[in-house]
């Protein structure tokens, strides 16, 4: 009753103070977006929505989620068995591997990112919004369902005639305002916690950031190395549908930020590279190659090669356009071009 009388107009209502009204307003502003910036960190996490209710409904079970492949991991896993299909020593099937053995391993800094992030961010998030708020709601309910009380005796006693009915409703002020201050004292010990829930929220923050620097600082590492690789697969540039060396030469653009890390990549130019290898093909001379990587020889055709060996390499009229002829004393027989860095 005396609600809806107050909503009508036609009773008085008892104000809270205005320190108290600010800690209620600075709760509110703090739980909307708690959960505002904890949902979305969700969706960067996991963009995927079937898979956040699939875990959700896990976690809600007890039990853990099935562990699947993630997006990087299953490129990776095609990216490799595709270029074992084409053949490692070809230089496409080559750089598929490489490329997927990199996107597996960001896969991996993705996990690191979603279980860190979870435990130091989403988790302290979550417990605000699902344990201190709550109690700060029903602290909340109770003192509104104490001022109505007071405000229902108070308006009793504005209406009380007899001297017996005022002495009661007098009494009854007396105790439904110390009940209602008792309330508000409460509440108000409990709101004043939001300014620690920032501290801690704070802390947290950090922690997140923390995490992603790490997670992007290994993406780059793991990229750059890649890109170090592809950037010694000279064939990369030569063609594996025979185009002249003319074709344009994919340039790899770095952010200045990251210039002076950048400073640490190979200073010969890929095109540098395509132009010596074009020259040896079209010409009968032989240059100096060193090898990149281990290779195993996969007929009595080809030449098995030790990684950082220095072999001698030439051309043969006819040969594919990923192999040259290489020599390492007596020995002799084909090589994939992609193991291979020209020396001058």
Same mark, same amino acid.
């Given at each position: 009753? $005396?609600?809806?009388?107050?909503?009508? =107009?036609?009773?008085?209502?008892?104000?809270?103070?205005?320190?108290?009204?600010?800690?209620?307003?600075?709760?509110?502003? %703090? #739980?909307?977006? %708690?959960? #505002?910036?904890?949902?979305?960190?969700?969706?960067?996490?996991?963009?995927?929505?079937?898979?956040?209710?699939?875990?959700?409904?896990?976690?809600?079970?007890?039990?853990?989620?099935?562990?699947?492949?993630?997006?990087?991991?299953?490129?990776?896993?095609?990216?490799?068995? /595709? =270029?074992?299909?084409?053949?490692?020593?070809?230089?496409? =099937?080559?750089?598929?591997?490489?490329?997927?053995?990199? $996107? #597996?391993?960001?896969?991996?800094?993705?996990?690191?990112?979603? $279980?860190?992030?979870?435990?130091?961010?989403? %988790?302290?998030?979550?417990?605000?919004?699902? =344990?201190?708020?709550?109690?700060?709601? *029903?602290?909340? *309910?109770?003192?509104?369902?104490?001022?109505?009380?007071?405000?229902?005796?108070?308006? @009793?006693?504005?209406?009380?005639?007899?001297?017996? /009915?005022?002495?009661?409703?007098?009494?009854?002020?007396?105790?439904?305002?110390?009940?209602?201050? @008792?309330?508000?004292?409460?509440?108000?010990?409990?709101?004043?916690?939001?300014?620690?829930?920032?501290?801690?929220?704070?802390?947290?923050?950090?922690?997140?950031?923390?995490?992603?620097? %790490?997670?992007?600082?290994?993406?780059? $590492?793991?990229?750059?190395?890649?890109?170090?690789?592809?950037?010694?697969?000279?064939?990369?540039?030569?063609?594996?549908?025979?185009?002249?060396?003319?074709?344009?030469?994919?340039?790899?653009?770095?952010?200045?930020?990251?210039?002076?890390?950048?400073?640490?990549?190979?200073?010969?130019?890929?095109?540098?590279?395509?132009?010596?290898?074009?020259?040896?093909?079209?010409?009968?001379?032989?240059?100096?190659?060193?090898?990149?990587?281990?290779?195993?020889?996969?007929?009595?055709?080809?030449?098995?090669?030790?990684?950082?060996?220095?072999?001698?390499?030439?051309?043969?009229?006819?040969?594919?356009?990923?192999?040259?002829?290489?020599?390492?004393?007596?020995?002799?027989? #084909?090589?994939?071009?992609?193991?291979?860095?020209?020396?001058?």
């Amino acid at each position: 009753l $005396q609600f809806t009388e107050e909503k009508l =107009g036609q009773a008085e209502k008892t104000e809270l103070d205005a320190h108290l009204e600010n800690l209620l307003s600075k709760a509110e502003c %703090t #739980k909307l977006w %708690t959960e #505002k910036i904890m949902k979305q960190t969700e969706v960067l996490l996991q963009p995927n929505p079937n898979a956040r209710i699939e875990e959700f409904v896990y976690e809600k079970l007890d039990r853990k989620a099935p562990s699947r492949m993630n997006n990087p991991e299953l490129l990776g896993q095609y990216m490799v068995d /595709a =270029g074992n299909e084409f053949g490692p020593g070809t230089a496409y =099937g080559n750089a598929l591997i490489k490329c997927g053995e990199t $996107q #597996k391993r960001i896969g991996t800094a993705d996990r690191e990112l979603i $279980q860190t992030s979870a435990i130091n961010f989403l %988790t302290p998030l979550r417990n605000f919004i699902e =344990g201190d708020y709550k109690t700060i709601t *029903k602290e909340r *309910k109770l003192l509104q369902n104490k001022r109505l009380d007071l405000d229902a005796a108070k308006t @009793r006693l504005k209406k009380a005639k007899v001297a017996e /009915a005022r002495a009661a409703s007098e009494q009854e002020v007396r105790i439904t305002q110390s009940e209602f201050d @008792r309330q508000a004292e409460i509440t108000r010990l409990l709101l004043e916690g939001i300014s620690s829930t920032h501290a801690h929220h704070l802390r947290c923050l950090n922690d997140f950031v923390e995490a992603q620097m %790490t997670y992007y600082a290994q993406c780059y $590492q793991y990229m750059l190395d890649l890109q170090k690789q592809l950037g010694s697969f000279p064939s990369t540039f030569l063609s594996n549908n025979n185009q002249s060396s003319t074709a344009p030469v994919q340039s790899f653009s770095t952010p200045s930020v990251l210039a002076s890390a950048s400073a640490s990549l190979p200073s010969v130019s890929n095109s540098i590279v395509t132009s010596g290898l074009s020259e040896l093909k079209s010409s009968s001379g032989s240059r100096k190659a060193r090898v990149l990587y281990d290779y195993d020889a996969a007929n009595s055709s080809e030449l098995s090669l030790l990684a950082d060996e220095v072999i001698t390499v030439y051309s043969i009229p006819g040969m594919d356009s990923d192999w040259l002829m290489g020599e390492r004393g007596n020995q002799k027989g #084909k090589v994939p071009i992609t193991y291979l860095e020209l020396l001058n």
